[in-house]
């Protein structure tokens, strides 16, 4: 069992940074590939990134790249979501995610375990 618990979110305006913290708890974390999705208002949840268990590999969805990085910090049993150059599309609600694999995937259903989720909005 992983219990994930998402914060960082908050209100920034556009061209701004925020930082996503999503602390784990259990004893497979550190074997678990992780993954950050977002939801938009009336919309699916989105994958954003995944990184897999020890951080050797990363993917991002388009919209992200050059722009978001996730990293993971075993020994804390965290992962991390650095947005920069934030715009006001990115505005959602950020959920972590664990798989019980170890590599990383973009869909959604190779993730058995999820945080409550963290507003972020962006102004313009």
């Known amino acids: 069992q992983v219990q994930l618990v998402e914060s960082g979110g908050g209100l920034v305006q556009a061209g701004g940074s925020l930082k996503l913290s999503c602390a784990a708890s259990?004893?497979?974390?550190?074997?678990?590939?992780m993954g950050w999705f977002l939801q938009a208002p009336g919309k699916e949840r989105e994958f954003v990134a995944a990184?897999?268990?020890?951080?050797?590999?990363?993917a991002y969805a388009d919209s992200v790249k050059g722009r978001f990085t996730i990293s993971r910090d075993n020994a804390k049993n965290t992962v991390y979501l650095q947005m920069n150059s934030l715009k006001p599309e990115d505005t959602a609600v950020y959920y972590c995610?664990?798989?019980?694999?170890?590599?990383?995937?973009?869909?959604?259903?190779?993730?058995?375990?999820w945080g409550q989720g963290t507003q972020v909005t962006v102004s313009s």
């Open positions: 995610a664990a798989s019980r694999r170890n590599y990383i995937s973009q869909e959604r259903y190779e993730y058995t375990y």
């Open positions: 259990g004893r497979t974390f550190v074997w678990s590939a």
């Open positions: 990184i897999n268990w020890n951080g050797g590999s990363t």
